[in-house]
């Protein structure tokens, strides 16, 4: 009994009841889904059955289970984003430095980072794709697109947040800029930037995916919209459905792993906190 | 000495975007830009065009917005109360809401993508009208996004309150009601305004992919990827303007929300 209680006091406890909760409700509207309609697996099938799906070793097209196509199209379409991320983050990165180096481009190009912001990039996914002509390359661009701004105004910000006494020991100790940004300012602005990677890391996924519903070819989007108009079994939109969910948590997570691991000083501070 | 400084400054951090931007349209128009990205001028059309275009389909632009801009609305709006309901909930019981917050900031994570097709597929029953039945889905989807924001925001709105407030209110034996009408709530204003920051333009990118999915077409969004697929670039650029037109208009109209509300605590 003691033992179930210091259990319920876990710092994850509530975390994994509102997932069981959440896992039951599905069910329930599952069993009532197929009790009333005539294709359950569209609408909402067991979890059970998704698994079955995932786990099955029955070919579906051309000698591959449904899991193992879901995969291979899942690795193209993570390639692109990992390609657009990285993109998308050494630009934004070099644009804030540029930014705080140099007064005249901060007042040019801040502006229209905040206009970015407010533009449905995604919206434009079509017409980007028409521009480049190519559409590797507009998945690339896009995703990078959507990563470039939320790590350039993070890591301006965290540029603009060290303290003026450390600018001032610098300058006491005679350090060139190269020094400052080496040995200040580059090190302090490192949070910053981790919250606009965090930010960033679901978006370039969902733009990856976006992108590959709007041209044919190999890739998670492609399949999605081929499964959606029944081209093949339900379970493989499912199937990605669920996938795509958990990248795009997993990533936000990877980063904040990232963030914990090089960031030590962080970590000091938030237990003195405590 | 310093005042003609400051207005130097003032000065310019207006007058080089402006520049800039003008130089770009310049490029656009003379047709720079298109060797740059080694395009066509039917691709990529003038901007005298887009305009002319945007002026001549007026009110079948004026359609789509409205179609797109209620879907916006009515998401935004229902996805921030319950955002902000679940924020009290967790505050009223912080053990088992923190758990809860937890789950709805995960389904920020998930993509759009993903997300909009199954919400299409589970509220097929609600109309016999492909219309009305599209547009309940929209709104589902994009209230699912902007609760999540609105909801982490306001938890810490509630809960980081000045040192002593709440033993304060303690002190004067005011009820939970009275803490919360007279200290938490005040206090989570500007941290509705930052979780409105995020949800605004978050909601329009929501509201024109779930379009993309949506059975019926109508939006913005969905008549840029029609005009694509028909090759018509020209009416499809215009629609691009007017979906960036609706995000900076309505973050504009935020921003001024923002300054009537937070005057009287600037002062």
């Known amino acids: ?274 | 000495m310093t005042k003609r400084k400051l207005n130097f400054d003032s000065a310019t951090s207006l007058l080089y975007p402006l520049i800039f931007g003008i130089v770009i349209l310049m490029m656009w128009q003379c047709g720079v830009l298109h060797s740059i990205f080694r395009t066509d001028e039917y691709i990529l059309p003038y901007p005298t065009r887009i305009f002319r275009i945007i002026i001549e389909n007026f009110d079948k632009i004026l359609e789509n917005v409205n179609s797109s801009v209620f879907v916006i609305i009515i998401g935004l709006a229902a996805g921030s109360v319950l955002g902000y309901i679940a924020a009290i909930g967790a505050t009223v019981s912080p053990k088992f809401g923190k758990g809860g917050l937890t789950v709805i900031s995960a389904f920020n994570a998930i993509p759009i993508v993903a997300m909009a097709p199954v919400i299409m597929n589970w509220t097929k029953d609600v109309s016999s009208d492909a219309e009305v039945r599209s547009t309940v889905a929209k709104i589902i989807v994009v209230t699912l996004m902007c609760m999540a924001s609105m909801s982490i925001n306001a938890h810490r709105g509630l809960n980081e309150l000045k040192p002593f407030s709440l033993d304060l209110m303690k002190s004067y034996a005011a009820d939970n009601k009275t803490v919360f009408l007279k200290l938490r709530f005040p206090n989570s204003i500007p941290y509705i305004f930052t979780a409105l920051k995020v949800s605004v333009p978050g909601s329009v990118i929501t509201a024109l992919v779930s379009e993309y999915f949506a059975e019926y077409r109508a939006g913005v969004g969905r008549q840029i990827r029609e005009n694509i697929l028909i090759a018509q670039y020209s009416t499809a650029w215009a629609y691009i303007v007017v979906a960036c037109l609706i995000g900076i208009i309505l973050f504009a109209l935020l921003l001024a929300a923002e300054g009537i509300f937070l005057k009287r605590r600037k002062s």
Not at chain 1, 144 to 166: C, D, H, M, S, W
Not at chain 1, 213 to 231: E, F, H, P, R, Y
Not at chain 1, 251 to 259: A, D, N, R, T
Request: net charge positive.
């Open chain 1, 1 to 274: 009994m003691n033992k179930l209680k210091r259990l319920t006091e876990t710092k994850y406890f509530m975390t994994v009841l509102w997932i069981v909760i959440i896992i039951a409700l599905w069910e329930i509207f599952a069993f009532i889904v197929a009790a009333t309609k005539r294709t359950p697996e569209n609408i909402l099938p067991h979890l059970t059955g998704i698994m079955e799906s995932v786990m099955s070793d029955r070919t579906i097209n051309g000698g591959q289970t449904a899991i193992q196509m879901v995969m291979e199209n899942a690795a193209a379409t993570l390639s692109r984003a990992g390609i657009g991320y990285v993109v998308g983050i050494v630009c934004g990165f070099v644009l804030a430095l540029l930014m705080s180096l140099w007064k005249p481009i901060e007042k040019i190009a801040f502006p229209y980072l905040m206009l970015i912001q407010m533009i449905p990039i995604l919206g434009m996914a079509p017409i980007i794709n028409a521009l480049t002509g190519d559409i590797a390359v507009s998945r690339v661009a896009i995703a990078a697109i959507l990563t470039f701004y939320p790590v350039a105004t993070n890591t301006l910000a965290g540029f603009k947040a060290v303290q003026r006494e450390k600018h001032e020991l610098m300058y006491s100790y005679a350090a060139n800029k190269f020094q400052i940004y080496t040995k200040t300012m580059i090190p302090a602005c490192i949070p910053y930037f981790f919250t606009g990677l965090k930010i960033s890391a679901p978006m370039a996924i969902t733009a990856s995916i976006l992108v590959d519903t709007l041209q044919g070819g190999i890739g998670l989007g492609c399949l999605l919209s081929q499964a959606l108009k029944g081209a093949m079994t339900r379970y493989v939109f499912w199937q990605i459905v669920f996938f795509s969910a958990i990248i795009g948590i997993l990533s936000f997570s990877v980063m904040g792993l990232l963030e914990y691991i090089l960031c030590p000083y962080k970590r000091t501070s938030k237990k003195e906190k405590e």
